[in-house]
Nanobody, 122 residues
């Protein structure tokens, strides 16, 4: 079992930055691909970014490429999402997820956090 707890969300003006963190319990954090997803009101959950177990490989949705950066610290059992140049359309609840054989698809992830709200004002 892996428990995930996100933090770092909040209210920010357009053009601003936020850094989300996701702390994981357990001793097997480095065995999991880690992903960030988001869900805006009235919309389906969408993939944002993922990072490989070693942290060497990263993947991003086109909508955030060049603005967001995913990273991980396996010694601290934590994954991060640095969000720069935020736009109002980035407003959503952001979730981190862990999966052993995960790609960009939500159902491939085994564990999910409770989410953290990000609101970007125009």
């Amino acid at each position: 079992q892996v428990q995930l707890v996100e933090s770092g969300g909040g209210l920010v003006q357009a053009g601003g930055s936020l850094r989300l963190s996701c702390a994981a319990s357990g001793r097997t954090f480095s065995s999991y691909t880690m992903g960030w997803f988001r869900q805006a009101p009235g919309k389906e959950r969408e993939f944002v970014a993922r990072i490989s177990r070693s942290g060497i490989s990263t993947y991003y949705a086109d909508s955030v490429k060049g603005r967001f950066t995913i990273s991980r610290d396996n010694a601290k059992n934590t994954v991060y999402l640095q969000m720069n140049s935020l736009k109002p359309e980035d407003t959503a609840v952001y979730y981190c997820a862990a999966g052993r054989l995960a790609g960009n698809e939500g159902p491939k992830y085994d564990y999910w956090g409770q989410g953290t709200q990000v609101t970007v004002s125009s």
